[in-house]
């Protein structure tokens, strides 16, 4: 299911932030502290996710003839995603949580390191989500241009297989034929020889009234 399709299936808003407890000792802290540690839930419009992609732009992309060496980069530039002000993308959040640092811990404490972080470089989570957005959007729509180009070739090619299966068909109906017409022409040969040997026997007979010897031959 496309990424815009499973926000809708969310009921038409999405919760980007669980509200996450603060543990004991946080909690009895520094109020600021405290703060970062409990974020509040928010919600979006699926109309502020949406952003525009050139789907011109993907369907001249994808009319190239290796499309799918096409890198995923040349399709978000023909698509127009553009990073944030701020540099915070969706790739960048994937590197951040690939680093030892994040993979080691929980899915909550990554949450309560990454949002104040976000929030102290004044990147909205929204802006994370909407790049994220806008990239699925270009992948579908290049991969839509590209599914029917593929049928079409796929249509081409399943005619030319035709054509080639009726040229096969026909060419073995060919063969079949010739092979036929040469068993006619060795049996018709062996009947001709039959006659011509019949033949020079009865000539070399009647000879043999006049003449000493064979002048006529009869060896095959």
């Known amino acids: 299911m496309r990424l815009f399709d499973k926000l809708k299936s969310l009921g038409g808003k999405l919760g980007l932030i669980r509200v996450l407890e603060a543990p004991p000792a946080a909690a009895a802290g520094d109020p600021v502290e405290k703060e970062k540690t409990r974020m509040m839930t928010r919600t979006v419009n699926l ?8 789907e011109e732009e993907v369907r001249i ?17 023909a698509a127009g995603v553009k990073s944030p002000a701020h540099g915070w993308t969706v790739e960048r959040l994937k590197l951040l949580l690939a680093t030892p640092e994040y993979r080691k811990i929980g899915k909550a404490q990554a949450q309560t390191a990454i949002l ?9 989570v929204e802006d994370v989500v ?6 699925d959007r270009a992948l579908d729509a290049f991969e839509e ?13 399943e005619r030319r297989i035709a054509e080639i299966d009726q040229q096969i068909r026909s060419l073995e109906e060919e063969k079949a ?44």
């Open 47 to 54: 109309q502020q996710l949406a952003s525009e992609v050139r």
């Open 61 to 77: 992309l994808s009319e190239t003839p290796a499309e799918l060496a096409v890198s995923f980069d040349k399709i978000f530039e």
């Open 116 to 124: 104040p972080m976000l929030a102290t470089m004044n990147a909205p």
């Open 130 to 135: 909407k790049d994220a957005v806008a990239r």
């Open 145 to 157: 241009f590209v599914r029917q180009k593929m049928e079409t070739r796929m249509q081409a090619r």
């Open 177 to 220: 034929k010739l092979r036929e017409e040469g068993k006619a022409d060795d049996e018709r040969w062996r009947q001709w020889k039959r006659g011509k040997t019949a033949y020079e026997k009865d000539m070399a007979a009647a000879l043999g009234f006049l003449i000493d010897g064979d002048v006529v031959t009869t060896d095959p």
